[in-house]
């Protein structure tokens, strides 16, 4: 039975360190299987199937090798870590692993042996909570970790919004080893950090005074870095833009490159379902702190809770409240709501990340299925730098799979250095590829010279009237139709997704939905060679509806020979007029149809709840209550066309 969410830190064979929440797949003959969130260790689909409905599985089922590696996998504590590792604190440095789950049983330690490292010991002093003030006075706080010989030390600087766990996840020894501090802090409003958080609105100016504040400090040598993932890279651009005197270089990691395009909104559509679980997670860490901090506010915080916890418990039910502006308990959830064109509100927030004001070098780094894959491409366009693309999930760079695939060792393997590089870049010591990518299919990492590829040719699938994708013109004038409810929304299905279910997301099967009539299917034959596609890819739809305004959603998929349609990429676009031409952005992939494959993309007019449904009035969508929603007669003309980036082969 799969069972014990908890949060280990895990010392592998080769000795890299990774923190996960692991749950403990027991079997019949009591050997444990340790499974994470993170997506680093997905099953087959009928092995996760039979989990999800609480089946008993043996793991050796689908994983004959599977207990051997209890050898070389070591769920570990700090003082084991620390011992291992040759490091001694000296100012309260260490603290045990808090669980995320307490009222769940851990997986057992599985031996005290640790790997032997041929490392010299490292000295570590570490200040917990350390103040660092802000120009308008607040006080932000923050852990320094600093090497208790030597310096003065270059330091690399993370800023987090969501807690103390985040930094579990910053390689702090490493980068002790590579000869910088390292200086974990707080955003305002947020873990020990006086203030009220507000999104985005204050990481720039806190990022550089709070490099001010190092700089300022005697184990300084006055230069400093920043790195970060999601929302830590946003502080880090946004910190960059403000162009603080010291800041020497920034790793960005699966960040957007604007706050209304391509964070909150998609092709004009509300990305509801990110929007909702980061709303919520926030909006509770706010209250959290707010109790912590007691008095009136504190009581008021307790009070609020009651709004809110019923979308923390049910965010699915919550994605269905109309008006869509009418969900509780997240406090800035009118503005976003509120605004779906680009205006003033979303004008100023740009203020606070303008790329023309960026001029140290920035490393990004993507993945296929992260939802900011748009984010990331744009902000390398714009500031140039190192690029790095492989075939993971939202906050999961490093995984083997994503979703329902597993791309083998090999998406492993060539991450076992991005961290080393990432370190190398911020030393100014990077001999890295300038474009390194990871081509599913084949399933393989290849380095590139530019993004997107100068070779890639451009070519058209055009999407006929009986069903077929195909580089051949269409012969008939004759639309396809269906009828879109938007009561009953198509279902999102995998996708580039920051849900609830941490389960739903990346390539996953598209036949139950595929099944849906108000979903168009266009397929190509069988291939008889290998097809590669690497870059951006596009459809442009000729279509019309009966409503005042729709969606036009499109999803490209890679069908099996055994007739699994796995997903690959996905895009939306919302429209106010009845009939027209339309672009929809599917952003970029490297995908290789093999042979005996087939090529598909799926037509329709939802996807729920990653975006909101169109109710199809031409009005605002977040003002539309269950009585507006109109029912859609939608007609797509065979003169539309995929555009995908073939690679010579």
Same mark, same amino acid.
């Given at each position: 039975?799969?069972?014990?969410?908890?949060?280990?830190?895990?010392?592998?064979?080769?000795?890299?360190?990774?923190?996960?929440?692991?749950?403990?797949?027991?079997?019949?003959?009591?050997?444990?299987?340790?499974?994470?969130?993170?997506?680093?260790?997905?099953?087959?689909?009928?092995?996760?199937?039979?989990?999800?409905?609480?089946?008993?599985?043996?793991?050796?089922?689908?994983?004959?090798?599977?207990?051997?590696?209890?050898?070389?996998?070591?769920?570990?504590?700090?003082?084991?870590?620390?011992?291992?590792?040759?490091?001694?604190?000296?100012?309260?440095?260490?603290?045990?692993?808090?669980?995320?789950?307490?009222?769940?049983?851990?997986?057992?330690?599985?031996?005290?042996?640790?790997?032997?490292?041929?490392?010299?010991?490292?000295?570590?002093?570490?200040?917990?909570?350390?103040?660092?003030?802000?120009?308008?006075?607040?006080?932000?706080?923050?852990?320094?970790?600093?090497?208790?010989?030597?310096?003065?030390?270059?330091?690399?600087?993370?800023?987090?919004?969501?807690?103390?766990?985040?930094?579990?996840?910053?390689?702090?020894?490493?980068?002790?080893?590579?000869?910088?501090?390292?200086?974990?802090?707080?955003?305002?409003?947020?873990?020990?950090?006086?203030?009220?958080?507000?999104?985005?609105?204050?990481?720039?100016?806190?990022?550089?005074?709070?490099?001010?504040?190092?700089?300022?400090?005697?184990?300084?040598?006055?230069?400093?870095?920043?790195?970060?993932?999601?929302?830590?890279?946003?502080?880090?651009?946004?910190?960059?833009?403000?162009?603080?005197?010291?800041?020497?270089?920034?790793?960005?990691?699966?960040?957007?490159?604007?706050?209304?395009?391509?964070?909150?909104?998609?092709?004009?559509?509300?990305?509801?379902?990110?929007? =909702?679980?980061?709303?919520?997670?926030?909006?509770?860490?706010?209250?959290?702190?707010?109790?912590?901090?007691?008095?009136?506010?504190?009581?008021?915080?307790?009070?609020?809770?009651?709004?809110?916890?019923?979308?923390?418990?049910?965010?699915?039910?919550?994605?269905?409240?109309?008006?869509?502006?009418?969900?509780?308990?997240?406090?800035?959830?009118?503005?976003?709501?509120?605004?779906?064109?680009?205006?003033?509100?979303?004008?100023?927030?740009?203020?606070?990340?303008?790329?023309?004001?960026?001029?140290?070098?920035?490393?990004?780094?993507?993945?296929?299925?992260?939802?900011?894959?748009?984010?990331? =491409?744009?902000?390398?366009?714009?500031?140039?730098?190192?690029?790095?693309?492989?075939?993971?999930?939202?906050?999961?760079?490093?995984?083997?799979?994503?979703?329902?695939?597993?791309?083998?060792?090999?998406?492993?393997a060539g991450t076992i250095r991005l961290e080393q590089r990432q370190l190398a870049?911020?030393?100014?010591?990077?001999?890295?590829?300038?474009?390194?990518?990871?081509?599913?299919?084949?399933?393989?990492?290849?380095?590139?010279?530019?993004?997107?590829?100068?070779?890639?040719?451009?070519?058209?699938?055009?999407?006929?009237?009986?069903?077929?994708?195909?580089?051949?013109?269409?012969?008939?004038?004759?639309?396809?139709?269906?009828?879109?409810?938007?009561?009953?929304?198509?279902?999102?299905?995998?996708?580039?997704?920051?849900?609830?279910?941490?389960?739903?997301?990346?390539?996953?099967?598209?036949?139950?939905?595929?099944?849906?009539?108000?979903?168009?299917?266009?397929?190509?034959?069988?291939?008889?060679?290998?097809?590669?596609?690497?870059?951006?890819?596009?459809?442009?739809?000729?279509?019309?509806?009966?409503?005042?305004?729709?969606?036009?959603?499109?999803?490209?998929?890679?069908?099996?020979?055994?007739?699994?349609?796995?997903?690959?990429?996905?895009?939306?676009?919302?429209?106010?007029?009845?009939?027209?031409?339309?672009?929809?952005?599917?952003?970029?992939?490297s995908q290789v149809f093999k042979a005996g494959h087939r090529i598909r993309v799926?037509?329709?007019?939802?996807?729920?709840?990653?975006?909101?449904?169109?109710?199809?009035?031409?009005?605002?969508?977040?003002?539309?209550?269950?009585?507006?929603?109109?029912?859609?007669?939608?007609?797509?003309?065979?003169?539309?066309?995929?555009?995908?980036?073939?690679?010579?082969?």
């Amino acid at each position: 039975m799969l069972s014990g969410g908890a949060d280990w830190q895990v010392v592998h064979a080769d000795g890299t360190i990774s923190i996960d929440t692991r749950y403990t797949l027991r079997t019949h003959d009591g050997a444990h299987l340790y499974i994470t969130t993170s997506g680093v260790r997905h099953g087959p689909p009928e092995m996760l199937d039979r989990l999800a409905s609480g089946e008993d599985v043996d793991p050796a089922e689908y994983f004959p090798a599977v207990l051997p590696l209890r050898d070389g996998r070591r769920a570990v504590s700090l003082a084991q870590q620390d011992a291992a590792r040759g490091l001694r604190g000296t100012r309260g440095v260490r603290r045990p692993l808090r669980r995320l789950h307490p009222h769940l049983t851990p997986p057992p330690l599985l031996g005290a042996a640790m790997p032997k490292l041929d490392r010299p010991p490292l000295s570590v002093v570490v200040e917990h909570d350390a103040p660092m003030p802000m120009r308008d006075g607040t006080v932000l706080r923050g852990s320094v970790h600093r090497p208790a010989d030597g310096g003065p030390f270059p330091a690399l600087l993370v800023r987090t919004p969501y807690g103390e766990q985040t930094f579990r996840s910053v390689p702090v020894i490493p980068a002790l080893q590579a000869g910088f501090a390292v200086v974990l802090q707080h955003c305002r409003g947020r873990g020990s950090s006086d203030g009220e958080f507000r999104p985005w609105r204050d990481e720039g100016a806190d990022g550089h005074d709070t490099i001010a504040w190092i700089t300022g400090q005697p184990w300084s040598n006055g230069e400093v870095v920043m790195s970060g993932m999601s929302y830590l890279a946003g502080c880090a651009l946004q910190a960059a833009a403000t162009r603080p005197p010291g800041l020497k270089a920034v790793v960005a990691q699966m960040t957007p490159h604007d706050f209304h395009d391509g964070l909150k909104y998609h092709g004009g559509a509300f990305a509801l379902g990110s929007a =909702l679980n980061w709303g919520a997670l926030q909006a509770m860490l706010g209250l959290l702190h707010a109790m912590e901090a007691g008095g009136k506010a504190g009581e008021d915080a307790g009070a609020a809770f009651g709004a809110l916890l019923p979308v923390l418990g049910d965010q699915g039910t919550a994605a269905r409240t109309l008006p869509v502006r009418d969900i509780p308990g997240i406090p800035w959830w009118r503005d976003w709501t509120g605004h779906p064109e680009r205006d003033a509100y979303w004008e100023d927030l740009a203020e606070t990340l303008r790329h023309d004001r960026i001029e140290v070098p920035v490393m990004h780094v993507a993945g296929w299925f992260d939802l900011f894959l748009a984010g990331t =491409l744009e902000n390398h366009r714009r500031l140039g730098g190192p690029l790095v693309i492989g075939p993971w999930t939202h906050l999961a760079p490093g995984a083997s799979g994503a979703g329902r695939l597993d791309f083998g060792f090999g998406a492993q393997a060539g991450t076992i250095r991005l961290e080393q590089r990432q370190l190398a870049f911020l030393k100014g010591e990077d001999t890295g590829p300038a474009v390194q990518i990871f081509v599913m299919g084949d399933d393989v990492w290849r380095e590139e010279e530019s993004w997107p590829l100068a070779r890639a040719v451009e070519t058209r699938y055009h999407l006929h009237a009986d069903g077929l994708l195909s580089p051949a013109p269409p012969a008939s004038d004759e639309p396809r139709t269906f009828v879109f409810d938007p009561r009953d929304p198509v279902p999102t299905t995998g996708g580039p997704l920051l849900l609830a279910d941490p389960t739903n997301v990346g390539p996953q099967d598209q036949r139950d939905v595929e099944r849906r009539p108000d979903v168009l299917c266009y397929t190509t034959e069988e291939l008889t060679a290998d097809v590669e596609v690497t870059g951006p890819v596009t459809v442009t739809l000729r279509a019309a509806t009966s409503a005042a305004g729709t969606d036009w959603t499109a999803k490209l998929v890679d069908v099996y020979p055994d007739g699994r349609a796995m997903s690959v990429i996905d895009g939306i676009t919302r429209t106010s007029t009845s009939s027209g031409t339309y672009l929809i952005d599917l952003v970029a992939t490297s995908q290789v149809f093999k042979a005996g494959h087939r090529i598909r993309v799926e037509i329709s007019s939802s996807n729920f709840p990653r975006f909101d449904r169109n109710p199809g009035t031409g009005r605002p969508a977040a003002e539309a209550g269950e009585a507006d929603l109109v029912v859609q007669r939608q007609r797509v003309f065979p003169d539309s066309f995929l555009t995908l980036p073939i690679v010579p082969r």
